[in-house]
Nanobody, 117 residues
Framework: QVQLVEAGGGLVQPGGSLRLSCAAS????????LAWYRQGPGKQRDVVAT???????QYVDSVKGRFTISRDNAKNTVYLQMNSLKPGDTAVYFC???????????WGQGTQVTVSS
C-alpha cells in the first residue's frame, strides 16, 4: 500500500507560480510511474503531466512550456512546478502513482489550485 499526500495548492493571481509536491509512503518509490491529474469544476479528471521510472516526461498541450514535472526518488516525492498560471488552470490537482508493469495504482487526496485576481 502506498499513501500519497499532496501539498502546495492555494490561491494565486494570473501569471503567478505554484509548486505542488506529493510525498509517498512505502518503499521502492523509484519503481513507480508518476503523474499529476487535475479536475476542474464540472469537468472530468484529466492527466496534466507524467514522469516514468526513467525520468521521461510528457505534458498535455495546454501546459507545455509552463509546467514542469520532476521526481526525487531519495525523498519519495514528485513535484509539479506551475508557472504563468491562468484562470483555466483552476482545479483540484491529484497525484497518481502506478507500480511499473503492474495494475497497482494509487491516488492522493487532491489539492486545490485557484487562479484568480
Amino acid at each position: 500500500q502506498v499513501q500519497l499526500v499532496e501539498a502546495g495548492g492555494g490561491l494565486v493571481q494570473p501569471g503567478g507560480s505554484l509548486r505542488l509536491s506529493c510525498a509517498a509512503s512505502g518503499t521502492f518509490f523509484s519503481g513507480y510511474d508518476l503523474a499529476w491529474y487535475r479536475q476542474g469544476p464540472g469537468k472530468q479528471r484529466d492527466v496534466v503531466a507524467t514522469i516514468n521510472t526513467e525520468g521521461v516526461t510528457q505534458y498535455v498541450d495546454s501546459v507545455k512550456g509552463r509546467f514542469t514535472i520532476s521526481r526525487d526518488n531519495a525523498k519519495n516525492t514528485v513535484y509539479l512546478q506551475m508557472n504563468s498560471l491562468k484562470p483555466g488552470d483552476t482545479a483540484v490537482y491529484f497525484c497518481y502513482a502506478q507500480l511499473r508493469g503492474t495494475g497497482f495504482q494509487f491516488w492522493g487526496q487532491g489539492t486545490q489550485v485557484t487562479v484568480s485576481s
